[in-house]
Every structure is written in C-alpha cells, then in structure tokens.
C-alpha cells in the first residue's frame, strides 16, 4: 500500500491514517516524503510500541497519535492530503458513516482495503461472530459490498482511480479460501487481545502480509490508472 501511495505523490503531504494500529504505514509514508502524519486510534494498546518505533525513526516531531472515532466526529479531525484505512472497514459496522467522514477529510486521495467479498469469506465470518456472540465478545467483523463503499465516497466528490484485486483472493479455489481463512484469523487473534477488548480498527501486527484488494479514489480526475497498477503490492 506504501508503494500504491508513493507512485501517485506524497512528497510533502499530510497523511490521515484511520486505525493505523502501531504506526507502520505512516512511518513508511514519512520516511518516502510525507510532511507529517496523524494517527487515529479506538484503543490505547498500540501507544507504547508506537511511540517506540517512531522515536527509533526519529521522526517523533512529524507524527501525532490520537484516541478518536473519526466516524463521530469527524469535525474534530484536520484534513489531509492523503487519507488511509488499512483493514479498517472490516472491523466498523456502519461502513456509510466511516468511509463519508473520511472523505471529508480527504483534501486529495483516498485508500483503503477490505476483505474479499465471496461465499467462502461471508461463510467464515458469519461463523467468527457466532463465535463472538457465543462468547459475549463485542468484536464483529463485516464484508460490506465494495460497490456500496464506493458509491459512498462518489458522493462526496471522490472517484475510482483504480483498484488492485490480487487472484490470491479475487479468484476461487483453495487460494481464496486460505487467504480468506488468514485473514479472519488474524482478526480474530486481535480480538482477543486482553489489551484492547474492544473492536481494534486495523491489523499491523509485524510480520503481518496479507494481499488484499485496494480501492485508491481521488478528487483530481487527472490522475488516471497508471501501468503499474496491475502489479502494485498491497502489502504493508
């Protein structure tokens, strides 16, 4: 997703990142040219490590950590240049209200992933919240339709540049379901963390690659789908 990011411009951009767990994209973002970052977060589990790394970067004076649902007030947050939701979507129930508040904040583009949208995926989810459920934990995860999520920030100004769908998980078979599997799984995991009980808005555990599609939308309809595109990584 950095690269994704990087071959569009963010030299000298501000960065929102919505749910960027321990920092690790915006780190990447502002050692590639970004100006500053802020980070916003639901628990205060990542602060500790965070603030590590970011001290090891030396880049303490370019980043802000906060506590804040952007989806209730999204007033209370500046705008960016470039605004991320790295496996964030998945892990909020009211994905209209998520994804228009960050739109709002989205001087010039925006990027975020999700889980695939299949019959394996909905079967496998369906079955993590019965877990949760049964277990008296809040956590849920969702599949909201891709088309749904876009038509949210199409009407508030943003446009589809492109869209990377790896055939890892875009396609069937036993590639789909095990990358599927994967990734429920490491939802999951955090679920279950004692640090942070409640929903966690993203995964950026280290070590954790998953490839999972991406939709970059833009209020600057110059920019078109470059060649890359087809190649671009979605990794971390």
């Not at 490590?49 to 004076?61: H, Q, V």
């Not at 470039?82 to 009211?94: A, E, G, I, Q, T």
């Not at 891709?146 to 769908?165: I, K, Q």
Request: some cysteine.
């Amino acid at each position: 997703m950095v690269a994704f990011l990087e071959l569009r411009g963010i030299e000298g951009a501000t960065v929102l990142e919505v749910g960027g767990g321990v920092g690790e994209i915006q780190l990447e973002l502002l050692k590639r040219g970004a100006a500053r970052a802020v980070n916003l977060e639901l628990s205060p589990a990542y602060e500790e490590e965070a603030t590590s790394l970011l001290r090891a970067a030396g880049l303490e004076g370019r980043a802000e950590r906060r506590l804040h649902d952007i989806a209730v007030d999204p007033e209370g947050v500046e705008a960016a240049d470039v605004v991320v939701l790295h496996r964030v979507v998945c892990c909020y129930p009211d994905y209209e209200r998520l994804l228009g508040a960050a739109a709002e904040r989205t001087r010039r583009l925006l990027v975020f992933s999700y889980p695939p949208r299949n019959a394996v995926s909905c079967l496998l989810i369906a079955a993590q919240n019965l877990v949760f459920r049964l277990l008296r934990r809040e956590f849920r995860t969702f599949t909201h339709p891709p088309s749904a999520m876009l038509a949210v920030l199409a009407e508030r100004g943003l446009g589809r540049t492109f869209r990377v769908s790896p055939a890892r998980v875009a396609g069937g078979g036993p590639r789909a379901l095990a990358a599927t599997s994967a990734w429920v799984a490491k939802l999951g995991s955090r679920a279950n963390r004692q640090d942070a009980p409640e929903a966690p808005l993203s995964e950026h555990a280290a070590g954790t690659r998953l490839r999972l599609p991406v939709e970059l939308c833009t209020r600057d309809d110059k920019l078109r789908t470059a060649p890359e595109a087809g190649r671009a990584s979605t990794e971390s």
